[in-house]
């Protein structure tokens, strides 16, 4: 049995061999070691994709617990930057003291420029200190952040009790706080 194959078959016949031989070379050479460092790569992938999945799930988390905290702390947050009124701080607590003065202090920390201090005297005619505390309850629902600072001195004299202690008022100064907020824009 003899094949007859023509002449263009032949051809064609080596043309394909040829083909089929150069798809497993590059088969063989490219593809397979590619596909092994695909597989390598979407394995890194994967773990990257995983760690970007749990920091924003964290990101979300932290977002939605500031938001909390935002709507919750919303009068904490509006009273910083509440100017404080001496003249209207007296008028509001009189009423709980017989006297009330208040002498500004210089700053003493470093840090506290942006704040004001204020010594607060008192004085009232009563037999306990619960006029004190109503004025700490009037300071706490007030537009300003105020501590007052321990020691609080009490001393009796006959019917009166005198009071002394101090007071911090965090508000911003609004000069100061222009300027600072100048001069961090500035470094961005």
Not at 56 to 80: F, G, P, S, V
Not at 149 to 163: A, T, Y
């Amino acid at each position: 049995m003899k094949l007859h194959l023509s002449r263009q078959t032949l051809y064609m016949l080596i043309i394909a061999l040829i083909l089929l031989i150069l798809v497993f070379v590059f088969a063989f050479l490219f593809l397979i070691p590619k596909g092994k460092e695909y597989r390598t790569e979407r394995i890194i992938m994967k773990k990257e994709l995983a760690l970007q999945r749990k920091h924003k799930e964290y990101n979300d988390e932290t977002y939605a617990h500031l938001q909390d905290l935002r709507t919750k702390h919303k009068h904490i947050i509006e009273a910083y930057d509440n100017s404080f009124d001496p003249e209207r701080f007296i008028k509001m607590n009189k009423d709980c003291f017989e006297s009330l003065t208040l002498t500004k202090q210089k700053n003493i920390e470093n840090n506290a420029s942006e704040f004001s201090i204020y010594e607060v005297n008192a004085s009232s005619k009563i037999d306990s200190p619960q006029n004190f505390y109503t004025f700490i309850d009037q300071v706490n629902r007030s537009n300003s952040i105020v501590k007052v600072n321990f020691p609080i001195h009490f001393e009796r004299e006959g019917d009166l009790i005198r009071s002394s202690f101090t007071m911090r008022v965090y508000c911003a100064d609004k000069s100061e706080a222009t300027l600072s907020k100048e001069a961090s824009s500035e470094k961005r």
